[in-house]
T-cell receptor
Framework: GAVVSQHPSRVICKSGTSVKIECRSL??????MFWYRQFPKQSLMLMAT?????????EQGVEKDKFLINHASLTLSTLTVTSAHPEDSSFYIC????????????FGQGTRLTVV | GENVEQHPSTLSVQEGDSAVIKCTYS??????FPWYKQELGKGPQLIID?????GEKKDQRIAVTLNKTAKHFSLHITETQPEDSAVYFC????????????FGRGTSLIVHP
């Protein structure tokens, strides 16, 4: 399968600061990227969908001003958690899909964010 | 929207036994059903998938079956090994629109040596 690289794998930040998570498609052009949040022992919760060059579409209940998503190129999308608080601590996972909509999306390794 | 139910939430087996995880979906428009394996601290990895025009698919020790009429699909793992221990997620995806999958709640599979 295709390779999606997510960085960093772990990050600890102080309350009130911002942290950026990168998601890169290494061997294909990702026309669509998805950002998920996963709480311990729970399923993946879709936060937003982004298409290259367009504004992200956020799921209901997800604050777009807090979770800034940029998808400026066909190989890179970023998620910035602004003014982080301890309740933002979670496992964030991206996935990327290229070409036709009915192709499979591949997941990154995930980022464990801890806000102290 | 689509709703995917997954059972059991936890499954404990002895090495060498078979494991079966079942999922049901609600939207008859869904036509693609992937299964993911997620190891601790890592992202989900696709292990097998099936499309609605097929009833069964097998890849070595892993097989997936699909019953469109009943709207359920299952993952079968034979000859389980300790390294099969992980959380498994099923998903259902519609054949049009946004093509965004809906995930089940996950099954924690524990294979005891």
């Amino acid at each position: 399968g295709a390779v999606v690289s997510q960085h960093p794998s772990r990050v600890i930040c102080k309350s009130g600061t911002s942290v950026k998570i990168e998601c890169r498609s290494l061997d294909f052009q990702a026309t669509t990227m998805f950002w998920y949040r996963q709480f311990p022992k729970q399923s993946l919760m879709l936060m937003a969908t982004s298409n290259e060059g367009s504004k992200a579409t956020y799921e209901q209940g997800v604050e777009k001003d807090k979770f800034l998503i940029n998808h400026a190129s066909l190989t890179l999308s970023t998620l910035t958690v602004t003014s982080a608080h301890p309740e933002d601590s979670s496992f964030y996972i991206c996935s990327a899909r290229g070409g036709r909509k009915d192709t499979e999306a591949f997941f990154g390794q995930g980022t464990r964010l801890t806000v102290v | 929207g689509e709703n995917v139910e997954q059972h059991p939430s936890t499954l404990s087996v002895q090495e060498g036994d078979s494991a079966v995880i079942k999922c049901t979906y609600s939207d008859s428009a869904s036509n693609y059903f992937p299964w993911y394996k997620q190891e601790l601290g890592k992202g989900p990895q696709l292990i097998i998938d099936i499309r609605s025009n097929v009833g069964e698919k097998k890849d070595q020790r892993i097989a997936v079956t699909l019953n469109k009429t009943a709207k359920h699909f299952s993952l079968h793992i034979t000859e389980t090994q300790p390294e099969d221990s992980a959380v498994y997620f099923c998903a259902a995806r519609e054949g049009g629109g946004s093509y965004i999958p809906t995930f089940g709640r996950g099954t924690s599979l524990i294979v005891h040596p």
